[in-house]
């Protein structure tokens, strides 16, 4: 049985660390393909990394998450932020998540994706519509359970792959599915 969705009553404050700014690398960076490991959520150097994977979605415009590969760390751990997204229903606000994994997954929807590692393409990917997600908090180490639908979902499956070693051109049906990017939003 799946455990109750927790309510996140998180905030990136609770890390008490300052993020940084880091380079997000690009494909064909071997670190875009490779698995992340397993990390520790309460070690100092997973605190930093969560704190800094915030500070970089923050200061890129559009970027609605960062997982670890993208700063050249082959970690799983990740950040999401969809509230401000126009395609945003419901949403966790902002929230780093340490060894996510999907539990459940219903309701598959075919929709546009990019990814800051991607720049100059977009993709066509079939993903469900509605996840429960479990994970740990960054500095506690709680475990949690998400229940995220639409572009939310999305982004969690996007990010959970990214912790995998995959990214959304590893997920799209065929070349036809690929498009050139025209805005970044
Ligand atoms: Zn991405």
Redesign the pocket.
């Known amino acids: 049985m799946t455990p109750e969705p927790t309510v996140l009553a998180w905030t990136e404050a609770e890390l008490g660390v300052e993020g940084g700014v880091l380079e997000v690398v690009r494909a064909p960076r071997p670190v875009l393909a490779t698995p992340g490991e397993r990390v520790d959520p309460t070690a100092p150097d997973v605190v930093q990394l969560a704190a800094d994977l915030v500070a970089t979605m923050r200061v890129s415009p559009g970027c609605v998450?960062l997982?670890a590969p993208?700063v050249g760390i082959g970690a799983q751990v990740f950040c999401v932020d969809v509230s401000a997204h126009p395609k945003t229903r419901g949403h966790h606000g902002t929230f780093v998540l340490c060894n996510a994994e999907v539990l459940e997954a219903s309701r598959n929807e075919r929709a546009r994706e990019g990814?800051?590692?991607?720049p100059d393409l977009t993709g066509d990917v079939k993903r469900a519509s509605r996840v429960v997600v479990r994970g740990e908090l960054p500095g506690s180490g709680t475990e949690v359970t998400l229940a995220a639908e639409a572009f939310e979902a999305r982004a969690l499956q996007?990010?959970i792959d990214?912790c995998a070693g995959l990214?959304?051109l590893d997920r799209v049906a065929g070349a036809h599915a690929v498009h050139h990017r025209k805005t970044y939003l």
């Open positions: 998450g997982a993208q990814c800051m590692s991607v996007h990010e990214h990214l959304f």
